[in-house]
């Protein structure tokens, strides 16, 4: 019974240990969410003006642009997936990884060969665990993404693209991320980047873009300007809205297992009590049947 209760003891410490360290990262990334949405937030007007200014262009002109123009010189396609650094979030690199599976599998039933991104270290782990080369991988940082990080990207993404088909050169360009609805709410998306696909953020209800934009000196200069600018602020939206849900997604699991490891601490106190109850009832036996034995003797 001693022993029992020694056992119980340690994983009741054990336990508690955890429960501290679970809470301190719970706490960690309820402080960090609030900055991560208000970035995602102020790089929202920028992305969406330059959405329009791309759409303005590409809709309202004549112009036959590398970047706007399907390429079909080659069959490859390239994916870049964002995931976390860490673990400790639940489920959510294993979602954006997932999607980026179901992707591929697309893309392959088309008959296009994929060109690997990988940014975040789960994502680079999962790849590398199954040997597939990465054409480009960045870790560090990914609950907190810098511009830097965006445009070194953002570039890479860029010169595949541009690239001939001699040096690797790819036709498309999807980016798989997890898109920040709110903190409860966060699910993995799949954009296609290259060719330039303008989905969203174009005008608002009644409003015409048109009219806002005079091209000089020229639609094919204004796209040479402005293309890498937009390819650069919807990498980095993507790594802003991932950080964002990472964090959310880090403080719900943290929050779980701080009230898991409460469970276990009250399960393992009442077998302690239980195994100490049994210790003294099995003590008071004993000493009974030892009086009971000297007066019967």
Request: net charge negative; charged share 25%; proline share 3%.
């Amino acid at each position: 019974m001693g022993g029992q209760q020694r056992v119980y003891r340690q994983r009741i410490r054990s336990t508690q240990s955890l429960k501290k360290i679970f809470r301190a990262m719970e706490l960690i990334a309820a402080s960090r969410i609030g900055k991560a949405r208000d970035r995602v937030t102020a790089a929202a007007p920028y992305s969406r003006a330059i959405t329009r200014a791309i759409s303005a262009v590409a809709t309202h002109s004549n112009v036959e642009h590398p970047l706007t123009s399907e390429r079909h010189d080659t069959n490859r396609a390239a994916v870049l997936v964002v995931s976390a650094d860490r673990g400790m979030a639940g489920a959510y690199s294993a979602n954006a990884i997932r999607e980026s599976e179901r992707l591929r599998e697309r893309l392959e039933a088309e008959g296009k060969e994929i060109v690997q991104f990988a940014a975040g270290r789960r994502a680079v782990s999962y790849f590398n665990f199954r040997h597939r080369e990465l054409a480009g991988k960045w870790t560090g940082g990914s609950d907190s993404p810098d511009v830097e990080t965006a445009n070194e990207i953002a570039n890479a993404l860029y010169e595949a693209f541009t690239a001939s088909v001699e040096d690797g050169g790819v036709a498309e360009i999807h980016i798989v991320y997890t898109h920040f609805a709110s903190m409860v709410s966060q699910e993995p998306r799949v954009i296609r980047l290259l060719p330039l696909e303008i989905v969203e953020g174009v005008a608002e209800p009644g409003e015409d873009v048109e009219p806002l934009y005079a091209f000089e000196p020229s639609p094919e200069a204004v796209l040479d300007a402005a293309l890498p600018r937009y390819i650069e602020a919807r990498v980095y939206t993507c790594l802003l809205q991932s950080a964002a849900s990472e964090l959310a997604n880090r403080q719900r699991a943290m929050n779980t297992a701080v009230s898991n490891a409460e469970d276990i601490i009250r399960q393992y106190t009442r077998l302690a009590n239980s195994a100490r109850q049994a210790e003294i009832t099995q003590e008071i036996s004993e000493i009974v049947s030892g009086a009971d034995a000297l007066a019967a003797s």
